[in-house]
């Protein structure tokens, strides 16, 4: 992606999501963000989502989080996905994140069941099917590229708490804001 494409992305404000210590995202969900997110997950563009995963690292660093973390987990794609694509853009994002935090990276949740893309939004809600692979270091980066709902974030850090982290922070590309 070129150098005035990235800079034509719209910073993303300040989130909030309850059940999260902190969330840090890049950008604000536009037209923009839409087609290079369908690029990296959907046309397998991985040096696209590379580049992603650069900037959401550099944002996370930015917040502080590569001192104050003992791990980088991602929100798992649903296995439908995982085959369809070859790959789960949570993991590549996460690996990323990780190696620019210098933080191991560790594979805390699992999911099962359907991806929530093309659900009601009150399906949405609910959150993904996702359970604990391992028990959780204390502080931990749970990497996402979209809030939409927040409710798969959500969702995920419950899961890891119940695992034993004691903070969890997010990462995401991108935030969509509803009005």
Known sequence: MCRS???????????????????????????????????AKNAGRRDVLRQIGGRMADAAWVAGLGDSVDAVTWVPASPGQRRTRGFDQGRVLASIV?????????RLLRRRGLAQRGGNRSAR???????????????VVLVDDVMTTGSSLRRAAAVVRDAGALS?????????RRD
């Open 5 to 39: 494409c990235w800079e034509a992305l719209q910073p993303a404000a300040s989130v909030e999501l309850v059940g999260l210590d902190s969330v840090t995202a890049v950008a604000d969900y536009d037209e923009l963000v839409g087609r290079l997110i369908v690029a």
């Open 98 to 106: 990780a190696t620019r935090l210098e933080t191991p990276l560790v």
């Open 125 to 139: 809600l609910v959150g993904p099917d996702i359970g604990t692979a391992r028990p959780s270091p204390p502080r």
């Open 168 to 176: 969890v922070d997010a990462a995401t590309f991108a935030v969509v």
